[in-house]
């Protein structure tokens, strides 16, 4: 069936000014790292980004190596794409990176210059388009000078190949160098992406600090904690969990007792506040004015349906992120 847009999309979505760019994202932005590949239905993943997008999602965030295999969430995105979105593409905020393994050899991973331009290139063949909106190097290169690789962002750039740059998995003092070498260069840096969770906390030492001065946008990855932060595990695991899946990055070893007491410990929280424990758990990274955007994933559209209405509830009292620190601690 012909795909239309809702024309209510926009009425309900919250758009947060990413840094202290031009551009807004939408506060709830979707991940195709699980769930998009050649391993599952396309339908599914297709009502996933029509849902998305009739919410106000207008984010949608790829890499290279998403599927699997590697480079086939970017190609059923671009089937997806060609079918039901063509005449929304200036709606759409679309992104991808390179940083990861992608192809055999040395120039097929990392952070040199050849593999980023190659490695795009390659990404906007499977996506069917023109350019990308974002354009993130995955993660440091200990090899690579730095400069090689954020100019081969600014490059990119200047090609119009994409129209941002951003940064992923870079720690605080690393993230200072690339920021300050993308602003000499004219290209400033738009974003950066860190795994952020109750259960990850590294970017409150400095790198949230960092990206609030420099002006430099936020995306947190995997807040639900690739699905533990959900009331998905409270009674065991289910056979459609990633945690069950034998390509899903989530182990099952990952679910102890002790994760297992705190999650029913949160839940009992997130209950009081009238959320589900996946709301709450974006509720509380979306609660920094630094974060621009959480980057969810869904394994099925009710998911994310679930997970969006985290934004009906931002605040928190400071005796509920106390008692909230308390669990975490523990
Ligand atoms: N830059 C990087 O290095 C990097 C690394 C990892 C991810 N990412 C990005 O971040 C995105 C999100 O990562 P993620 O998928 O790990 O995020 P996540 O939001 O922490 O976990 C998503 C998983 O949680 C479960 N889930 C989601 N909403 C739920 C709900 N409302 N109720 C119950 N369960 C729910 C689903 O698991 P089930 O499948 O078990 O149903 C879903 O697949 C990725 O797609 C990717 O774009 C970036």
Redesign the pocket.
Known sequence: MNYIASANRYKEMTYRRCGNSGLKLSAV????????GHVDQLENSRNIIRLAFDSGITHF???NN?GPPPGSAEENFGRILKQDFQSYRDELIISS?A??TMWDGPYGDWGSKKYLVSSLDQSLKRMGLDYVDIF?H??PDPETPLEETMAALDLIVRQGKALYAGI??YAAPEAAKAIAILKDLGTPCLIH???Y?MFERWVENGLLDLLGKEGVGCIP????????????YLHGV?A??????SH???QENQITEKVLQQLNALNAIAVERGQ????M??SWVLRHETVTS???????P??????IKCLDRLLFTTEELQDIEQILKK
Request: hydrophobic share 40%; aromatic share 10%.
């Open positions: 932005s979707l991940g195709l790292w699980h769930n998009f965030d790829l890499a998403y990176k940083g990861y993130y995955h993660r992923s998995n992406q860190p795994k969770s990855f995997s807040p639900l904690a690739q699905g533990l932060l959900t009331d998905k289910p459609d969990s990633r945690a069950a899946k899903g990055a989530l589900t424990l996946a709301q758990a974006l959480v980057l969810v994933g869904a394994s099925r009710d998911q994310l349906a679930d997970s």
